[in-house]
Each structure stands twice: as structure tokens, then as C-alpha cells.
């Protein structure tokens, strides 16, 4: 055979090959290592989580998935990487809502859209509590408010870092309520939760269920929820007063889902939904919520992915009201 | 002694010429660091006990400028004082070109590094480390080349299954990568 | 306490742990040598295959890895000045000239061994005092490490010497570079140009890669070139005597102290901790004079390896009984222990006392074990890491730069760290002391972040930061140790000091 036709002959015969392998390969999703991004540092809440639903999806789906650390800016390096990967399916990333609206919400170029993402499917949905050390001797919110107005300007509330979940809650409290306590923000959860634990704040803002040994120890008094606490592992805690009781109605809680680039083919994305619901009711990530001190919730793709842009609204409501600015 | 003046090769040789432009480099930084600090200006909490999010790193601009000042005038006096010594003995041919080949040897070390920095995501780990060796190779002359083709192919392949299958790390490339999933086959099929 | 020990001894001393802390200590000590692979790395790789595993073997390999690297990042730092892991950047200062002046042996001698003594000593004290190591991790407050960050401020003036303008730039420089990033108080973006990959900072790995592996390499690149026979040919491989190292105890002493206390104060960082001794044993040196640091003296390798050992003892006690991790390894085990179905917290001691006695234990034991693998391999590490320069260095190259890649799995912190190469490179060649540049970078956001939270906290009240004890104890050190600094600053050196620091007086 001529050069050019041998050339030809390859092309075709490698051409017909990917095609044909590309459509098996479809209709067997998932058949190769699945990432899942983390978008923060190893060893954190959100990293044990994704690292526990990781090996509960790796078991029901029979294939390797790899956990892969992006952290940086809250979040928002993780999910640019995600934006950017190839939409196969092959892609996931473990979030809360929270941490993808809010860069929407409050930039003015933000980095992304909601339409770059799609979702597979809820994870976890921990509400926002407030604590307090018991050395305080508060037994809920209303008395940290009595005390605050008593003692006006001298108590302290540490949130997790400015414009956060943490700081909605505590800031909406305070104007609510009109009390006057200083919020201090302390730039991440693992130096908050120290403070909380040395008693270095008056009343802590974190998302439950850290700190829930120290809760069930006696050491911390839960103040009040923001959110549904039925599904956490303490029973006497699910009785914590909302925070509505203080006049706040908001509902803040961090739901930790899994997200994929927006473009996956519509199999794939209901094949994902139900692999990552079979992860969620598996015997491994069971365990894990014990441990972790939350049941594991579950929710439809489109209705996790369909709470964000209510949430973005809201954040700037949020926002606009009660912030400082 | 015979006097000879330095000319203007000597003057760019001299320390205290490349100390005056590293002074005024760091003076540029200062500036900068007075300029860039947020261009578009946000939030403005008010700090407590006098410090908010300027104050620091204004400090340490400020810092830094007046240190350069300083550093300026100690390599102005240097040049001052160079300039009115003999001109330094002109170094050796040997000298001048093995100072040369270093200075090749770097630069074009740097060039590579970005040039594997950049091509790394877009054609992948298992191809870019043994070109990357390879050149390095070729350039800091270690050998003849059929050898230096065998330790940059050889390495890069024990490099990339350190990396990729044992250390699970995400290096293939976004573009172009036909040979990190063939790779991967194979590790596969060997059973790792 | 005693008898729980005992209890984790006896179930560390199992035939399967031991192995596993073997292994793990032999893998920590190759994976601390390869620069840019770090110990988190290595723990985290073997995250999964540990699941399958019971907990007690699964820690004891990781706890034998976190041990192993902390040594193994002084064997290339000392023999090619680029250290495998950041604790050890300290010990390159004296332990690459010792490597050059043909000590090799002596020098990863001294390293191993005052690893093995930092680390016994560090343990000792922390099991000792459990309870005074878990109250300095939870009870110091934000203006405590605010004064303790001040205080190594000022003692990185040692490194300046020589020239205070040029050092201290370097720290500003350094202090400068940890400003970038989001501010941690009010949220604000400071210079980061609207990249968003700078809005958590430069990242600090690719600042190390850069200043201690690429600008390193540019430098010796000279070497491939004069092609000449080093010295570092140490043909005999002389390993010190016991004695040596006994009777240096300032440096060994002072350094596990900084290492243990350190280690344990989460946020500070344990690397640190090489650096403060590092600077308080040389200020305070009558003999060897403090010029003679960074020529290679053995105080200057035994101080920092002790230091970096101790603070594993000094990192875990907080992990085990507070569940607040010191550093990335502890905090990667504490994600481990979730996993394993353990809380850590301080119900640990109380629900699981043999998992605390147990990693207790296997950190002596992997102590032990570090001390006789890497007196046994210090042949095979001189032979590998002394090829030509030609051959190596285009491996450090690529190590380093998957290394820098790894901290955030993108390639941005792989431009940083060329970046901060060159620079460090040029500003080496004008007689900048870079250390100060990465102290600067260290101490920066530690000092800035909690003086911020302090004022906070207080409503503003500077008054916080002696309000107690410590803290007064604190601010007096400080004074102490500025006056001095100013003194020594304005007083010339005596030439008589000079002609003290030739190469025999090291040699003892």
C-alpha cells in the first residue's frame, strides 16, 4: 500500500475504535478512578467527610475513587478546578451550598456561576449551632442575651470569618435583638473551636456536630440551633430551642452535596445520583455519621442543586440587613 | 601602582553597581507594597485598638523603603570607591567562559523549568519528565546522549509510577495525554 | 498512667506492629530525603490502604513515617543543602559545610543522633507532662503566641550579623509575602491582583521549595561546571563518638525544650521551633563562638534536629488529649482516627485509653528504630546523594517541583516557587541571608493574626497582652532580647573573635 493510503487505513481503523470504545464506555459508567475534589486542607471536617464518602462510593460502585485536596480561598480553587475538568462524570466534587453560593452572592465578579456546576445529590445537612463553655453557666441563648444587656459591650461571640454562615447567624441575633456583644472572627473553624474549648469566647458560632463530644462530656451547653437537629447522634440535643425563639428567622445550615461540571450526560448524572444514594445508605458511611455525630441526609440532584439559587437571594438579603458594613 | 580607570564593562561587573539595582529594586517593592495593597478598596471595619488590615503590611512598605534607602547609599559610597581603585585584574579566558557556561546553565535551567511548569497539566507528567530530564541532561553534559536518553526515559517512568499509581496523584494532562492512560492500563494489567 | 504505658507498650510490642513501625520509619526516613515529599503526603497516600488495616497498625505505620521524616529531611540538606522536609532547612546551615570539608559522616552522624536524643527527651517530657503539655496547647491565647511570634522576631536578628540592613530587609520582604492573601480579621484582599489562586496567601510550600531547592540548585549549577572532586568524599564515614554529643548538652537540651513547647502550641508551626533554638544556642554559644555558626559547627546540626524530633512529642499530646492537631501530619491522623471510627477529642483518653497509650508508645519505639535504620543506611544515602551534581539535579528539579504542585494539586504553586528560586538565588549572590526571608514569611501571619485577634478579643485594649503572667514573663524576654540585640549591633566584632572560628575547633 501507498504512504498516504496506509495512513488513511490507521486513522480510520484508530478513529472507529475510540468511537466504538467511547460508547461502551458510556453505557458502563462508571468503569475508571473516580475524583473527588475536596476543596480544602487534608485533615479537616470537610476532607474526613469526602474521604468517608469516598470509600462508601468506591464499594458501591466497584471503582477506584481517588480523593484530591484543592484548597485555597474558601473553597472557591476547588471548584474552579471542577468547572474546568472534562464533564464525563469521572469529575466530582464534596461541597456545602453555602460555600458555593456565597461567592456569587457577595462578589462582584464572581468566579463562577451556578450554571457551571450540576449535582448528584445531598450528603450531609448539619445545621449552624451556637455553644458556650460551661464555666459561662448559660443554659441557652436568652440568658447569653440577658448578659449581654446587662454587661453591654463586654461579651464576646466568635464566628468562624466575616461574611460566613457563622457571622449571618450571630450578626442577626445581635440586631434582632439588639444586644450588644463584639462578634470577633476568627478566620477559620480549627482556631474557634480551640477558643470555644479554652473558653476564650463567651459563645461560639460553628457548624454542629463539631465539638458534639465535648457537648455530650458536659464540657460546652449548646445555646440554640439553626436548623433541623433531629438527625444529630445526641438525643438531648435535638432538642436545642431554635434561634427563631430569639426573633431570628433564618435558617442557616451548611448541606454538603456532591457537585459535577455542568454538561454530564443525562445517563451518567442519573447513574451518579444513585450510586451516591447507595453510598449514603451503605453500612461504611453509616458507621461514619455514628462517628461523626450526624445522620447522613439525603436529597434528590435536583432539588440540592435547586436550594442555591433561593440561597444566594437570601444571602443578600441576609447581607444588606444585618451585616456590618 | 599604574592607575588605570575602570571602564564601562568593569562599572556593570562592579558589586556596587549590582548592589545599587538590587537596592532600588527593593525600594520598588516598598513602593509597590504602599500602592497594590487593594485596588479596589472594600470593607471597611473599623480595626481594633488602632490596627486594621493596612497597617501592618504599611508598616513593613514603609520599613523596607527607608532600609533601601540606607542600602542605596552604602552602594553608591561602594561604587564611589571602586571607581577610584585600579581597574581589577581582567579575569582568565578560562574564567570568563566557564563563568559564561554557568550562566547559560542557569538561565536556560530556569527557561525549562517553566516550560515543564507550564506543559505539565496540558501534555502530562509521563511525557514531560523525560524530556525534561532529557534536556537537562543534554545541557549540564553528563554523558553521551544514548545514556542520557536511557537515565531520562528510565527515570522518568520509576517517577511517574512513584507518583501516579502509588502516590495517586492527579498528573495527566488536560490537552494532549495518550500516554498517561496507557500507562495506567498497564499498571493495571500488572496489578498494582 | 504508668501502667496504661506499659499496656501500649505490650500492644506496640506485637510481632505485626513492629514490623509496620519499621516500615513506616524506613519509608518516613527515604520519603523525608527526596525533596518535596513530606510527610503529610506520605500519610495521606497510605490513608486508604490503612482503613483496611486495625487501628494500632495503622498508626503505627503512620506514626512511623512522621518520626522517619523529621530525620530523613537532614540527610539532603546536609549532603546537597536542599532539605527533603522544612524542619530541616535549619540543619543545612552547618551541616553542608561540614559535608563539604570531607565530615559527611560526622554530620549525618550528629544529625541521627540528636534526632534519636530530641525525640526521646521530647517524648519523655511530654508523656511526663501530659497534663502542662495539653494546658499550653488549649490555654494559650491569641496575645501569648502573638509575644511568643515577637520573640522570634527578633531573635531571627541573629541571622542577620553581618549585615542588619540586609537581613532585615530579607525579614520584611519575608513579612510582606505572608501579608498577601485574605486578610483573617476583616475579610479584605490584600495584594492579590485579582488572582484568586493568591487570595489564600503565597502558598508557603512553594515559598520553601523555591528559597531551599530551586535557588540552591541555580547557585551550585557552578558546581556541574568545575566538575571538581569534593571534598564530601568522606571515604571513611566517621560517625562521632557518644561522648561528642553528650558533652554539647546546651544544644540538645535547649533544642528539645523549644521542640516539645513549641510543638505543641498548635499554629505556630513545629518547624519553627529549629530556627528559635538554632538562634538562641548561637547567641548564647561561649564556645564555639557564635560566628562560627554556618560554618559548621556540630551544634549547629544538633540543636535543630533535636528541636525537630522533640516536637512530635509536643504535637501529639495535644492531638491524643485534645484532639487539636499541631501540625499537617497530627491533623491528617486525626482525620484517620474519625475514620477508624475513633473521636479524638478529650473523651479519647477517657473512651479509649489504649489507643493513646498505644501511639504514645509507638513514637518512642519509632524513635528507637530511626536511630538504628539510619545509622545503618548513612553509607547508602552518602552514596546516592553524592553522585554528580549533573545527574542529581535534574531529579531535585522535578521532585521538587511535583512537590511544590502537590500542596495544592495545581500548578500555580510550581510559578511561585520558581519565582521565589530566582529571587532567593539573586538576593544569596548580594550576601542576603534568605533565612530571614522564609522566618519573615513564618513568623508574619502568626504575629499579625493573633495581635489582631488579641485586640479583638480585648475590644482593643492593649493592655491584654500583660494581663497575665506568662505574658508579662513574655514581654520582659522580649525587652531582654531587644536590648541585647541593639547592643551587639552597635559594638563592632573584635578581630580576635575572627581568627576562633577555623575548622578545628569544629572538629572535636
Not at chain 3, 516557587?417 to 530566582?422: D, E, L, Q
Not at chain 3, 573573635?497 to 575548622?503: D, L
Request: aromatic content about 8%; glycine content about 12%; overall charge neutral.
Amino acid at each position: 500500500m501507498k504512504l498516504s493510503t496506509l495512513t488513511r487505513t490507521l486513522a480510520a481503523t484508530t478513529l472507529g475504535l475510540t468511537l466504538s470504545l467511547g460508547a461502551a464506555a458510556a453505557q458502563e459508567f462508571p468503569d475508571d478512578t473516580i475524583r473527588l475534589i475536596v476543596p480544602y486542607k487534608p485533615g479537616g471536617g470537610s476532607d474526613s467527610i469526602g474521604r468517608a464518602f469516598a470509600a462508601a462510593l468506591e464499594k458501591v460502585s466497584g471503582q477506584p475513587v481517588v480523593v484530591e485536596n484543592i484548597p485555597g480561598s474558601a473553597g472557591i480553587n476547588g471548584m474552579l478546578a471542577l468547572k474546568k475538568a472534562v464533564p464525563d462524570g469521572y469529575t466530582l466534587a464534596i461541597n456545602g451550598t453555602t460555600d458555593v453560593t456565597a461567592p456569587i452572592a457577595f462578589r462582584e465578579n464572581p468566579p463562577y456561576e451556578l450554571s457551571d456546576f450540576s449535582c448528584a445529590g445531598a450528603v450531609f445537612n448539619t445545621p449552624v449551632w451556637m455553644l458556650a463553655h460551661k464555666d459561662n453557666a448559660y443554659s441557652d441563648l436568652g440568658d447569653f442575651l440577658e448578659a449581654a444587656k446587662a454587661n453591654p459591650g463586654t461579651l464576646t461571640m466568635g464566628i468562624t470569618g466575616k461574611i460566613s454562615a457563622t457571622d449571618f447567624v450571630a450578626s442577626t441575633v445581635r440586631g434582632v435583638n439588639e444586644a450588644d456583644f463584639r462578634i470577633v472572627s476568627f478566620g477559620g473553624g480549627a482556631p474557634l473551636k480551640k477558643a470555644i474549648l479554652a473558653n476564650q469566647v463567651d459563645a461560639g458560632v460553628i457548624i454542629s456536630p463539631v465539638l458534639l463530644k465535648e457537648v455530650e462530656a458536659g464540657d460546652l451547653t449548646v445555646l440554640a440551633a439553626v436548623g433541623d437537629m433531629q438527625g444529630i447522634t445526641y438525643p438531648p440535643a435535638r432538642e436545642t430551642p431554635h434561634i427563631r425563639n430569639w426573633g431570628a428567622e433564618i435558617d442557616v445550615a451548611l448541606v454538603r452535596g456532591i457537585l459535577m461540571p455542568a454538561g454530564v450526560p443525562a445517563d451518567v448524572q442519573a447513574k451518579l445520583e444513585s450510586l451516591v444514594t447507595e453510598a449514603l445508605e451503605s453500612d461504611t458511611f453509616g458507621d461514619f455519621a455514628q462517628t461523626f455525630g450526624f445522620a447522613p441526609y439525603q436529597e434528590s440532584a435536583e432539588d440540592f442543586c435547586g436550594r442555591m439559587p433561593q440561597e444566594v437571594t437570601d444571602l443578600k438579603t441576609v447581607l444588606s440587613e444585618y451585616l456590618e458594613r | 601602582m599604574q592607575r588605570q580607570g575602570r571602564d564601562r564593562a568593569d562599572f556593570w561587573q562592579g558589586e556596587g553597581t549590582k548592589d545599587l539595582l538590587t537596592a532600588v529594586a527593593l525600594l520598588l517593592v516598598a513602593v509597590a507594597g504602599f500602592a497594590f495593597i487593594n485596588p479596589n478598596s472594600a470593607s471597611v471595619y473599623p480595626g481594633d485598638g488602632g490596627l486594621t488590615w493596612r497597617t501592618l503590611p504599611f508598616g513593613y512598605a514603609g520599613l523596607l523603603g527607608l532600609l533601601a534607602c540606607v542600602y542605596i547609599a552604602q552602594s553608591i559610597r561602594k561604587i564611589r570607591s571602586e571607581l577610584s581603585e585600579c581597574a581589577p585584574r581582567p579575569a582568565s579566558p578560562e574564567q570568563v567562559s566557564e563563568n559564561r557556561v554557568v550562566l547559560k546553565r542557569r538561565v536556560v535551567s530556569i527557561a525549562l523549568l517553566v516550560g515543564f511548569a507550564t506543559l505539565l497539566k496540558v501534555f502530562g507528567f509521563a511525557l514531560m519528565a523525560p524530556i525534561f530530564l532529557f534536556c537537562l541532561f543534554r545541557l549540564y553534559q553528563r554523558g553521551p546522549w544514548t545514556g542520557d536518553l536511557g537515565l531520562s526515559i528510565g527515570g522518568g517512568l520509576a517517577l511517574w509510577l512513584l507518583f501516579v499509581p502509588v502516590l495517586k496523584m492527579n498528573l495527566k494532562g488536560d490537552v494532549f495525554d495518550p500516554l498517561t492512560p496507557a500507562l495506567l492500563g498497564l499498571t493495571k494489567m500488572a496489578g498494582l | 498512667m504508668l501502667s496504661g504505658l506499659l499496656q501500649g507498650f505490650a500492644e506496640m510490642g506485637s510481632l505485626t506492629n513492629l514490623l509496620l513501625l519499621f516500615a513506616g520509619t524506613t519509608l518516613g526516613i527515604l520519603v523525608g530525603a527526596l525533596p518535596g515529599l513530606s510527610s503529610p503526603m506520605a500519610i495521606i497516600v497510605l490513608l486508604p490502604i490503612t482503613f483496611t488495616m486495625e487501628t494500632m497498625p495503622a498508626f503505627a505505620l503512620m506514626i512511623g513515617i512522621y518520626v522517619g521524616t523529621k530525620l530523613g529531611g537532614s540527610f539532603s540538606a546536609i549532603l546537597l543543602r536542599t532539605p527533603g522536609t522544612p524542619a530541616s532547612a535549619c540543619t543545612a546551615l552547618d551541616g553542608y559545610p561540614m559535608a563539604m570539608r570531607g565530615e559527611a559522616g560526622l554530620a549525618l552522624g550528629y544529625a541521627t543522633m540528636s534526632s534519636t536524643l530530641g525525640g526521646i527527651l521530647g517524648w519523655i517530657g511530654a508523656v511526663v507532662a501530659i497534663p502542662l503539655i495539653a494546658g499550653i496547647a488549649l490555654y494559650s491565647a491569641p496575645p501569648d503566641i502573638a509575644l511568643i511570634g515577637m520573640a522570634g522576631l527578633i531573635m531571627v536578628a541573629a541571622f542577620a550579623r553581618g549585615s542588619i540592613v540586609k537581613g532585615l530587609s530579607g525579614v520584611l520582604l519575608g513579612l510582606l509575602v505572608s501579608s498577601v492573601g485574605i486578610d483573617g480579621q476583616d475579610a479584605v484582599m490584600r495584594y492579590t491582583f485579582g488572582l484568586t489562586s493568591l487570595e489564600s496567601g503565597i502558598p508557603f510550600a512553594a515559598v520553601l521549595v523555591g528559597i531551599f531547592g530551586f535557588a540552591v540548585v541555580f547557585a551550585d549549577i557552578s558546581l556541574t561546571v568545575k566538575g571538581s572532586e569534593l571534598l564530601t568524599r568522606d571515604v571513611t564515614l566517621r560517625v562521632p563518638r557518644p561522648g561528642d554529643l553528650f558533652r554539647r548538652w546546651r544544644a540538645w537540651l535547649i533544642g528539645s525544650i523549644y521542640g516539645l513547647g513549641i510543638g505543641a502550641i498548635p499554629g505556630v508551626g513545629a518547624d519553627g521551633s529549629t530556627w528559635l533554638s538554632y538562634a538562641t544556642v548561637k547567641n548564647s554559644s561561649k564556645n564555639p563562638p557564635p560566628e562560627a555558626f554556618g560554618t559548621g559547627v556540630p551544634e549547629g546540626i544538633i540543636t535543630p534536629e533535636a528541636s525537630n524530633n522533640a516536637t512530635t512529642g509536643g504535637a501529639l499530646v495535644p492531638m491524643l488529649t485534645l484532639g487539636i492537631p499541631g501540625d499537617g501530619s497530627t491533623a491528617i491522623m486525626l482525620g484517620a482516627m474519625i475514620m477508624h471510627g475513633l473521636t479524638p477529642g478529650v473523651s479519647l483518653m477517657r473512651d479509649d485509653p489504649d489507643i493513646v497509650y498505644g501511639l504514645l508508645a509507638a513514637l518512642l519505639i519509632a524513635t528507637i528504630f530511626m536511630f538504628f535504620i539510619a545509622m545503618g543506611a548513612i553509607r547508602a544515602f552518602v552514596f546516592v546523594l553524592q553522585r554528580d551534581r549533573n545527574v542529581l539535579f535534574p531529579f531535585i528539579l522535578v521532585f521538587a517541583s511535583i512537590g511544590a504542585y502537590s500542596s495544592a494539586n495545581s500548578v500555580f504553586p510550581v510559578y511561585v516557587a520558581i519565582a521565589f528560586g530566582i529571587i532567593g538565588f539573586l538576593l544569596e549572590k548580594r550576601g542576603f541571608p534568605v533565612v530571614t526571608i522564609v522566618l519573615g514569611a513564618i513568623l508574619g501571619p502568626i504575629i499579625e493574626y493573633n495581635v489582631r485577634l488579641g485586640l479583638a478579643l480585648s475590644g482593643g485594649d492593649w493592655m491584654t497582652f500583660v494581663e497575665t503572667w506568662p505574658r508579662i514573663c513574655l514581654v520582659g524576654v522580649i525587652a531582654l532580647l531587644l536590648t541585647k540585640e541593639i547592643r551587639s549591633a552597635l559594638r563592632p566584632v573584635p578581630p580576635a573573635r575572627r581568627a576562633a572560628t577555623t575548622p578545628n575547633t569544629a572538629n572535636q
